[in-house]
């Protein structure tokens, strides 16, 4: 049997990411003592791998697919497919950023500030072409983790990637510039991409994820109206596509089903309500699919 080999990645995403497997149908066990999480599809094989390292193992052909940031691609140089970007990252639905940051009472200004100086960080290729953009020398050096704290005794500046901003400010760090904005991508090995039954699994399971993401913030409802209220309601009502409209068995009534986003939901039900709906259903989602 034909079997996809697929990289998780282990680390910051590690959770979000198996969360997400679990809103596209699939069920992934994570063992705290084993690299192969188990899955509920006999067709793929798990392995957990930091996302820094998962597009060069994706590239060598190690793992047919993985998911891992357009950064760590950036960064590796790795020849993979990009199959489908997939806005997710640890604790949101949003893009991660790589910044260039130095201490709140830092005299630096800008990135010309920083000739001859020491820079901090784990994205030592990414941090050098900008520097080289600029035209600055300074020394960059490879940063293990922490590297928030490594600002001003240890390096004139750093460049870490955030997504609140929340623990530069806690360590007391001021960004200068943003390098790089980034978001999780689905990717192939090329041989792989190039095999129907591998290529037809993945464009599946990246369509599905993709389809749990959009899913995330968004829920069902269904309602009922009188006919004569149809216009109303529609005003009150914002739509994912034009909702669905279905006669009920008396001729004066229809029953509307539309997805919207569920921060709207507490100020749309009332409104909906008043405009004539009855039997206001709020339901969730799993995945939606265009």
Known sequence: MSRLKLGIPKGSLQDSTVELFGKAGWRI???????????????????????????????????DTGLTGKDWILETGADIEEVAELVYSKTSLG??????????????????????????????????????????????????????????????????????????????????DTLLESATWFIANRAAWKDPWKHEKMVNMAMLLDGAIKAYNR??????????????????????????????????????????EEKMVRQLIPKLKAAGAEGIVEYPLNKVVY
């Open 29 to 63: 066990s994570v063992s705290s003592r084993s690299y192969y999480p188990g899955i509920d599809d006999p067709e793929i094989e798990c392995m957990m791998v930091r996302a820094q390292e998962m597009a060069r193992y994706v590239e060598s052909g190690a793992l």
């Open 95 to 176: 893009r991660v950023r790589w910044v260039l940051a130095v201490a709140e009472d830092s005299p630096m200004q800008s990135v010309r500030d920083l000739e001859g100086k020491v820079i901090a960080t784990e994205a030592v290729r990414m941090t050098e072409k900008y520097l080289a953009k600029h035209g600055v020398k300074a020394r960059v050096e490879f940063s293990w983790g922490a590297t928030e704290v490594k600002v001003p005794q240890l390096a004139d500046a750093i460049v870490e990637v955030t997504e609140t901003g929340s623990s530069l400010r806690a360590n007391h760090l001021r960004v200068l």
């Open 219 to 260: 829920v069902g409802l269904m309602l009922n109206l009188r006919r004569d209220d149809l216009d109303k309601v529609l005003s009150a009502l914002p739509a994912l596509r034009n909702p669905t409209i279905a006669q009920l068995s008396d001729p004066g009534w229809l029953a509307i089903n539309t997805i919207v």
